[in-house]
Structure formats: C-alpha cells, structure tokens
C-alpha cells in the first residue's frame, strides 16, 4: 500500500503550486498533522517548486521539524512521512539540549524556537541510485531565526547580500516509492540574496520556558534521556584556593 503524502500544508497545495515562481505571497493554513500542530505558513515570496518532489519533500521536512521543535515533541508520524528516524532524532537532540534539566550544563539557555522552515533557495536537483539529491543555499539556522528573545525581527536579518551555508539534502527513495530526506550537510558559503522563506503566524512564544518533562522524544516517551554527543559548552570549575579544605 502507498503511504498517503501531505505536501507540507494538503489544504494550500493546489493554490501553492499555481503561484509557484511569482513574487506573490501564498499563506498555508494552520493544521493539525497527526498530532503535530503546524501554524499557518506566510510565504511573502511564494512557495519554492513544489512541483518537483525532491524540492517539495526537502520544504516539507523543514516545515515539519520546525513546527516539532515549537511544539517540543517529535513523536508525530507525519515527521516520517519526509524523514528517516536517524534525521528526525538529530533534530530532537539538538532541540532538547535547550530544554531546562536542572542536571544539565545547558541549564541557563532558553529553549530555542524558529520563525519557520529554514529559508532556502534551491540551486540544484539530481537523480541518484538511492533517491536524490538537492542542494540548496539555507540561512536562519542561526540568532535569530532560532532565538527566545522577545522582540525579535528574523526576517529583518535575511536580507540581500548576506551570506548562508550551501546545503546538500540526501534523499532515499522509501519500498513505498517515496522520497524522505536521510541527511543534509554544509558544503560552504553561498549568497542569500532572493531566498525563499516561510515565517509562521503567529510567531512562536519567544521568551518561554520549556523544561525536560515537557519535551517529547520521537519514540513518544516524555523527558529528556542523556545525551548522545558531549556538551559542546559545559564551563570548567573556577579553581578553589587550595585542593583540600579542612576545619580549623
């Protein structure tokens, strides 16, 4: 049987795809995919080529993480629907080191939310053996399209001539015939200028608290298991004056 496929927002799709490549804006309607809330989606430039499958599963991906990293649950399907579990747990990992845990050295940093999908602009696409590939120039993996601080403007930051990371999604073809994003890494610098972006609406709760017992797993279980990878920013202990303390 072939796995049903939303196109990120299934509602916005046929207006999406009609309007793909204008300068006019199209906007997703908020849904609720398999459990996943995703806000509405404003795209004040238009969509990418949602035509093309291996551009739609890559925006699709990004649009699913960043709604499950708002919400703090990555146990939706719908996540799998673009992306392997190995993908899907990267993202988890990175979004629940932000998490409040009273025994972690992350403990001070405010959970991170994103304004919406990675803003990408789409250079290239290729057939492999395996699925495809799609290499995009990708900007806002940074402060402050990923931030908690209100007042923020992440869009003000896009604008023209600035600079982001020329990107390589890895798709694989499913048995079902599908495409899911299995990897993406940086291959150097690239100009952003006329990047396509998608801000949510309404924007995320900036400034919230989000602690361990409220962050989902992708396997569904509650709170945050230790980390895999060491922490990137644990601080080494001030020295004490002498190595042993006695009482006089």
């Not at 799709?13 to 309607?29: D, I, K, Y």
């Amino acid at each position: 049987m072939t796995r049903t496929r939303h196109l990120g927002i299934p509602l916005a799709v046929t207006t999406a795809l009609s309007l793909t490549g204008c300068a006019g804006p199209v906007t997703w309607p908020a849904q609720d995919l398999e459990g996943l809330p995703v806000p509405s989606i404003i795209w004040p430039e238009g969509t990418p080529d949602l035509d093309d499958e291996r551009i739609a599963t890559v925006i699709n991906a990004e649009v699913t993480i960043a709604a499950a990293n708002n919400a703090h649950d990555y146990s939706s399907p719908a996540l799998r629907t673009y992306a392997t579990e190995d993908y899907i747990a990267r993202y988890a990992e990175l979004s629940q080191g932000t998490a409040i845990d009273p025994e972690s050295p992350y403990s001070d940093v405010p959970y991170y939310y994103v304004a919406g999908p990675a803003p990408a602009k789409i250079e290239a696409v290729r057939d492999t053996d395996t699925g495809a590939e799609v290499d995009a120039c990708v900007s806002g993996w940074s402060y402050p399209w990923m931030a908690n601080e209100t007042g923020l403007d992440p869009v003000a930051e896009l604008g023209e001539h600035k600079t982001g990371v020329r990107h390589t999604y890895e798709l694989l073809r499913s048995t079902d015939g599908t495409l899911v994003v299995a990897d993406s890494y940086g291959v150097g610098e690239c100009s952003t200028n006329n990047i396509k972006y998608g801000t949510f609406d309404p924007q995320p709760e900036y400034g919230s608290i989000v602690y361990a017992e409220e962050f989902t797993q992708p396997d569904g279980t509650v709170g945050l298991p230790p980390l895999k990878y060491p922490y990137c920013c644990q601080q080494t202990p001030a020295p004490t004056d002498s190595p042993t303390h006695t009482n006089n």
